[in-house]
């Protein structure tokens, strides 16, 4: 039996999110510069968007820039910005043939204009699909949500729209960039690092963790299996015990 029909249709997470680490290694080990891997890992990005979108999955978050990478070597930033160009020029067809919501989450204006204006144009063009919401992590920053989401219900609560004691964990969501979303259910980070390096850290509170050896750019639909089924055979207590759950 192959891993796909190994999994259980009723137990899919609903949200996987993915941080994808491993290009630059991936790259060295070949020989070659960095910006090859990144250029290489697009097709493991299309392949596992297929996949989720094959299964019935609802939502996919990729953890495509974050904040701290505008401190790469200003070649390789303007290499991954014309990349980023490059791929929702060639892939926007791809997201409207499987029925694929681009969204975007992070400090989106801090991206070049063209690469903003692209990104805006494939999420406008995709809008209207109702299948797998494929989310980029662009520009993104956990600390700096979280804090932005403090500073505006400040903001609000000065203004009298809000009173301290209203605030609660819904109206909380409400002011991060994935108000709507579910939390993940599934996290898997490649390339064998084990940490959350400022993705989604309110979001996870209760996400299951998994941790792959595999380069991003290696990754393939067999990899997301693995880590689905592995996911599977957890057992969500939410803080609960074994017995409450049954």
Known sequence: ????EQLIVEKLPRHIAIIMDGNGRWA???GNIRIFGHKSAV????ETAEACAELG???LTLYAFSTENWNRPKMEVK???????ATINSEVDTLLNNNIRLNAIGQLHDLPKKAYN??????????????LTLTLALSYSSKVEILEAVRSIAKASVEGRIQPNEVDETIFESYLN???????DLMIRTSGEQRISNFLLWQMAYTELYFTEV???DFTKEDLYKAILDYQHRERRFGKISEQLD
């Open 1 to 4: 039996m192959s891993l796909k």
């Open 79 to 85: 290499a991954l910005m014309e990349l980023l160009i």
């Open 215 to 217: 380069l991003w750019p």
């Open 178 to 184: 994935t108000h709507g979303v579910p939390d993940p």
């Open 57 to 59: 999955i609802k939502h």
């Open 43 to 46: 097709n493991s990005v299309k």
């Open 28 to 30: 060295k080990k070949k």
């Open 118 to 131: 692209k990104l805006m144009e494939a999420i406008d063009r995709t809008k209207e699909k109702n299948g």
